[in-house]
């Protein structure tokens, strides 16, 4: 059996030096994706899963347990069962694809009838896609954001608003995530049923996302409580039958 020949993007990130041209292609790629999202049409899945390898952001990948609101919104604009773990884009012309940031779609075949989208090129034998209407992962209308410092659980942000606004993201939310508006806690609105927003009035502002461990063991402890009360509810009856049949053996057993 002939082995599959290595993708150039994954050849320059185990050898950079050895696979130097993989590299410059993967490098290109990467500034063509900046600040926003990379999914695919029809492309390896290496693209998504190995996003974090790569050192850009994606919309997709392999997640079974991806969060529900996420997992419809992509449906919009991806084929597929809910419940599949990986989805490739099929409507790329629908406005979910700007709400969720995703700014270049790849494919290993040229796309026909591709709207609004600009083909920027091929890289390492995919075609490269730019999606012009775009939105930015933190935006508020008539308001100029930008972000000052960001990790996996913790985003800070600075804001100038000629009018009260809203901050709107393409950032999944979960009940552990928290806000800071001005070094006030702000509850979190959710946005198009999956991402995170805050309302933000006229003026220059601090906001801040984080991710809170002690909401997160909350909701874990009232998850384990709940299911044992469910697991309460759905064993008493088996219990109550059991005894009773214990006793009526006891009391024929003694006669």
């Known amino acids: 059996m002939n082995a ?29 994706v900046g600040e926003s999202r990379l999914d695919t049409i029809a492309d390896s899945p290496a693209l998504l899963s190995g996003a974090p390898v790569f050192g850009w952001r994606t919309a997709g990948g392999y997640d079974p347990m991806a969060l529900e609101g ?19 884009i099929t409507n790329p012309n629908a406005v979910e694809v700007d709400q969720m940031s995703i700014g270049i779609l790849t494919s290993q075949t040229p796309l026909t009838g591709r ?16 999606n012009p209407t775009v939105l930015p992962r933190y935006r508020a209308n008539e308001c100029t954001v930008s972000v000052t410092s960001e990790t996996r659980n913790r985003v800070e942000l ?45 003026g220059v502002h601090q906001a801040v996302f ?5 909401s997160l ?10 299911l044992l009360v ?24 003694s006669l």
Not at 70 to 88: D, P
Not at 169 to 194: N, Y
């Open 4 to 32: 599959q020949p290595l993708d150039p993007f994954l050849a320059a990130t185990i050898d950079p030096t050895a696979h130097a041209a993989g590299a410059r292609l993967l490098a290109d790629l990467r500034a063509e």
């Open 70 to 88: 996420l997992m419809r919104l992509k449906q919009k604009v991806a084929g597929g069962e809910r419940w599949g773990a990986s989805y490739q």
């Open 115 to 130: 709207g609004r989208l600009i083909h920027r090129g091929e890289v390492a034998g995919r075609h490269v896609y730019r």
């Open 158 to 202: 600075q804001l100038d608003c000629e009018h009260p606004s809203v901050l709107e993201t393409s950032e999944a939310h979960f009940g552990a995530w928290r806000a800071i508006l001005d070094e006030r806690a702000v509850p979190i609105e959710v946005l198009h049923g999956a991402f995170r927003s805050i309302p933000v009035g006229k």
């Open 210 to 214: 984080y991710y809170s461990l002690d």
């Open 217 to 226: 063991y909350k909701y874990l402890a009232g998850s384990i409580a709940g």
């Open 230 to 253: 469910w697991l309460s509810i759905a064993i008493y009856p088996a219990y109550r039958t059991h005894r009773s049949i214990h006793r009526k053996f006891r009391s024929i057993k």
